[in-house]
């Protein structure tokens, strides 16, 4: 049996350090439950040291992920205070370990969510919406993992941006996206590949949260899943998200001058 704590700890300082460790299931396989376990014990050491929880965020939301991971389920992870990067500012790059970006929309619920939403509740339960990035950066070598690794690993979110919020969900079924890297298109997809409608992520998030005896009270926000594939993240770039009729978000990466990610890390 995984000592759960030994493992949240591990998992935990290689994010403070942005140092890369062995897989966990290269040692000791463990089952997803035990998977939940070892990520709440590590996002509480964060909270113990003053960050604060503000949201959740859904991964394997695209039906080719799903089957690419051999999984039938989405997985979901927290997002705390300490990960929020601000639109359109600078995004060091020290703090992570091989980033990536992801473009997606991000809700905010209105009301306190206490029990599995239907698709007609989900939108009275929210006040906004907006164009959101997330960054995912696998504290696992390589970026590789199995399914347990991934979950222990809070699904790998490392940070998101946030637009403009808006109020208007019905132009969401199919909008366009677009993830633009120094002007060009780097990845171009649509919200209906999110659950076929992004909204449908809502109460997804109602149903995780239910089944581990949640409250995701109002004010919380739903990173609903990436629209795109992950784009690799270099220093130096001007990254931007395009939603078709809900928003643009950007940030710009930065690191220290004549250095690669590794080098800074090895002198961290």
Same mark, same amino acid.
């Given at each position: 049996?995984? &000592?759960?704590? =030994? ?11 942005? !140092? ?6 290269? %040692? *000791?396989?463990?089952?997803?439950? +035990? ?10 050491r964060?909270?113990?040291? $003053?960050?604060?929880?503000? $949201? @959740? ?6 039906? =080719? ?26 995004? +060091?790059?020290r703090?992570? @370990?091989? /980033?990536r ?32 990035? *997330?960054?995912? &950066? ?19 979110s490392a940070g ?10 019905? $132009?969401? !079924? ?7 890297? +120094?002007?060009?298109?780097?990845? @171009? ?14 109460? *997804? ?11 995701? /009270?109002?004010? %919380? ?6 629209? %795109? ?23 710009? %990466?930065?690191?220290?001058? $004549? ?7 090895? *002198? =961290?």
């Open positions: 049996m995984i &000592d759960i704590e =030994a493992a949240a700890r591990l998992l935990d300082d290689a994010a403070l350090h942005a !140092r890369a460790i062995n897989q966990l299931t290269a %040692t *000791e396989d463990f089952p997803v439950p +035990d998977a939940y376990r070892i990520q709440r014990a590590s996002i509480e964060r909270v113990q040291r $003053g960050e604060r929880r503000v $949201g @959740i965020k859904l991964g394997f939301t695209s039906r =080719a992920k799903m089957v690419q991971m051999g999984v039938d389920s989405l997985i979901w992870g927290w997002l705390t205070d300490t990960m929020l990067e601000d639109d359109g500012g600078r995004v +060091d790059l703090r992570f @370990i091989h /980033p970006v992801e473009p997606e929309v991000c809700f905010l619920t209105r009301r306190a969510i206490e029990r599995p939403l239907t698709a007609l509740e989900a939108k009275d339960y929210l006040g906004a919406v907006a164009p959101a990035m *997330e960054i995912i &950066d696998s504290r696992y070598q390589d970026f590789r993992f199995a399914l347990a690794d991934v979950v222990a690993d809070n699904c790998s998101l941006v946030v637009g403009n919020w808006a109020r208007d969900f019905d $132009g969401l !079924r199919n909008a366009g996206v677009i993830l633009r890297v +120094d002007g060009r298109d780097v990845q @171009i997809g649509s919200t209906g590949a999110i659950l076929g409608h992004p909204l449908r992520a809502v109460v *997804e998030a109602s149903r995780l949260a239910s089944a581990s005896e949640t409250v995701l /009270p109002a004010g %919380t926000l739903i990173m609903a899943g990436a629209a %795109t594939a992950a784009h690799p993240l270099l220093p130096g770039s001007h990254v931007q998200a395009v939603v078709n009729g809900v928003g643009e978000v950007e940030f710009t %990466t930065c690191l220290t001058v $004549g250095q690669t990610v590794a080098q800074n890390l090895e *002198e =961290a």
